[in-house]
C-alpha cells in the first residue's frame, strides 16, 4: 500500500468510528443546553452559556452582514477534522461559497474557510491545542478563539506544515481586523460579554 492509500483506509476508519459514536450520542439523554462534540476520540459535553451564545450571535451576525443571509455559515454543526477522531462542532464555520455536502450528508472540512471558538471553561484546552492544530492541519485559513475568561479575541491565519505562522492578540473591545483575509471582515469587540 501507498502512504496515501493508508491515510485513506485511517480516514475512513476514523470516519466510521465517529458515525458510530455520533449515533450512540443521540440515543442518550444529553441534557438540553449542552454541546457533544468528539476531540481526538475523547467525547466532550459542555453547557451552553449565555456569553458563549451572545459572542456566536454576534460573530455570526458580523459574517451575515458581510456575505448576506445566504452565506454557508453555520453553528454547532458536525464537520470531521483530520486527526484521530476529530468531529467537532465548532461554535462559528464559514465554508466556500461552492461548498456542498459529502455523500454521507456533511459538511467536508476541505471547505472551510473560517472557524470561531468561543471558549468554555471545561474545554478551553481543546480549543487552544488540539482543535487549533487540526484547523492548522486542515488549512482552514482563518481561527478565532474568543476567550471571555481573559476578555481578549486570538485570530490564527496562514496555516503551514500543520501550524499557524500568524497570531494576533485583541482584548475585547478592541477590532478584529480581518481585512486581507477571505473574511475580509472587522469584528467589533466592544459588546462581547466577559465571564
Known amino acids: 500500500m501507498t502512504v496515501l492509500e493508508d491515510r485513506i483506509t485511517m480516514a475512513d476508519a476514523n470516519t466510521q468510528r465517529l458515525d ?6 443521540e440515543h442518550m439523554p444529553v ?12 467525547v466532550h459535553m459542555t453547557p451552553q452559556r449565555d456569553t458563549h451564545w451572545e459572542i456566536i450571535r454576534r460573530i455570526v451576525r458580523a459574517v451575515e452582514d ?3 443571509m445566504d452565506v454557508k455559515v453555520f453553528s454547532d454543526v458536525r464537520i ?4 484521530h477522531e476529530n468531529g467537532f462542532c465548532p461554535d462559528v464555520v464559514k465554508l466556500r461559497e461552492s461548498a456542498e455536502k459529502d455523500g454521507e450528508g456533511r459538511w467536508r472540512h476541505e471547505d472551510v474557510e473560517f472557524v470561531a471558538e468561543v471558549v468554555s471553561q471545561g474545554t478551553a484546552a481543546n480549543d487552544y491545542g488540539p482543535k487549533k492544530t487540526a484547523y492548522a492541519v486542515a488549512e482552514v485559513p482563518v481561527y478565532l ?3 471571555p475568561y481573559q476578555g481578549r479575541c486570538f485570530v490564527y491565519t496562514d496555516p503551514k506544515d500543520g501550524r ?3 497570531s494576533t492578540r485583541v482584548d475585547f473591545g478592541g477590532d478584529v481586523h480581518l481585512a486581507g483575509t477571505v473574511v475580509d471582515l472587522t469584528l467589533k469587540t466592544d459588546d462581547f460579554p466577559r465571564d
Not at 20 to 25: A, K
Open 66 to 68: 458581510r456575505f448576506g
Open 164 to 166: 499557524y505562522v500568524t
Open 31 to 42: 441534557p438540553e443546553g449542552f454541546r457533544v462534540e468528539i476531540v481526538g476520540g475523547n
Open 80 to 83: 470531521d477534522f483530520p486527526g
Open 145 to 147: 478563539i474568543a476567550d
Open 20 to 25: 458510530e459514536w455520533f449515533e450512540r450520542l
